[in-house]
């Protein structure tokens, strides 16, 4: 099992920038693929960026490429989401996630493991 939770949200203007951290417990986080998600009230949950076990793969929501940068540091067992250039649109809770598998799909459906979410407010 892996135990996740997320830091680093808050409020940031439009064009800001925001960083995300999910901590990872136990010792095999270099096994899990990793995802970030967001959830918008009232709208279903959306992968944002995936990455492989190893970080040599990643993927990324149409909406967000070129301005979000998924990352991890496996000696640290941290998942990172670098979110540059931020809309109001952006305004979600975010959730990291994990799944035993090298890279997870894309579906929220595919993680087995949640942290708790933090919120993300983007003031136009």
């Known amino acids: 099992q892996v135990q996740l939770v997320e830091s680093g949200g808050g409020l940031a203007q439009a064009g800001g920038s925001l960083r995300l951290s999910c901590a990872a417990s136990?010792?095999?986080?270099?096994?899990?693929?990793m995802g970030w998600f967001r959830q918008a009230p009232g709208k279903e949950r959306e992968i944002v960026a995936r990455?492989?076990?190893?970080?040599?793969?990643?993927d990324y929501t149409n909406s967000v490429k070129g301005r979000f940068t998924i990352s991890r540091d496996n000696a640290k067992n941290t998942l990172y989401l670098q979110m540059n250039s931020l809309k109001p649109e952006d305004t979600a809770v975010y959730y990291c996630a994990a799944v035993r598998q090298i890279l997870g799909k894309a579906l929220y459906t595919d993680y087995a493991y949640w942290g708790q979410g933090t919120q993300v407010t983007v003031s136009s």
């Open positions: 990455i492989s076990a190893g970080g040599g793969t990643t």
């Open positions: 136990g010792r095999t986080f270099s096994s899990y693929a």
